[in-house]
Structure formats: C-alpha cells, structure tokens
C-alpha cells in the first residue's frame, strides 16, 4: 500500500511563497514519477508539474519559471517551491504518485490560497 501526505498549505498574499511536501511511505519501489496536481473550485484537475527518480522535470506552462519541484530520494519526499504566487494558483494541491501495477496514487491534497 502507498501513502502519500502533504503538508506546507496555507493563506499567502499574491506575490509569496510558500513550499509544499509530499511524504512517501509503503510500497514504493516502483513509484518513479512523482507529480503535483492542482484543482480549482469548479475546475478540472490539472497537472502542475512532475519530477522523475532521475531528476527530470516537466511544469505546467502557467507556472514556468514560478514553482520549483524538487524530491529527496533518502526521505522519499517530494516538495514543490511556490514562488511569485498569484491568486489564480489557489487550488487544493494533490502530491500523486504512479505505480505501472498498481495505478495512481494520490494524497489527501492540501489548500493553497492566495490572496490579491
């Protein structure tokens, strides 16, 4: 079984930062991308950026050159640096993990909301 725990949501003014974190634990050998998730009231879910074991990174185009996604592989921890952040990023942040046996595997998400 996979559990994954975010933590680091919170109320920023537009313009701050804020730092988010996924805790991996159980069976997670075969977990080898790691990906936050985003929704917005009334919004469909959307990917907002993704990390492999190896490092390489890919980023929703709305949050290039504003948010960060970085992992630990000795902690199994995955964070997501936020900065610049505008009021069109508040959302409830998911951590996600995929398993190729398995499926996906989501946490609990935590909110994030920015205020103008």
């Known amino acids: 079984q996979v559990r994954l725990v975010e933590s680091g949501g919170g109320l920023v003014q537009a313009g701050g930062s804020l730092r988010l974190s996924c805790a991996a634990s159980g069976s997670i050998s075969r977990i080898h991308v790691m990906n936050w998730y985003r929704q917005a009231p009334g919004k469909q879910r959307e990917l907002v950026a993704g990390i492999t074991s190896g490092g390489t990174t890919n980023y929703a185009d709305s949050v290039k050159g504003r948010f960060t996604i970085s992992r630990d592989n000795g902690k199994n921890t995955v964070y997501l640096q936020m900065n610049s952040l505008k009021s069109e990023d508040t959302a409830v942040y998911y951590c996600?993990?995929?398993?190729?046996?398995?499926?996906?595997?989501w946490g609990q998400g935590t909110q994030v909301t920015v205020s103008s």
């Open positions: 996600n993990g995929y398993d190729a046996v398995t499926g996906n595997h």
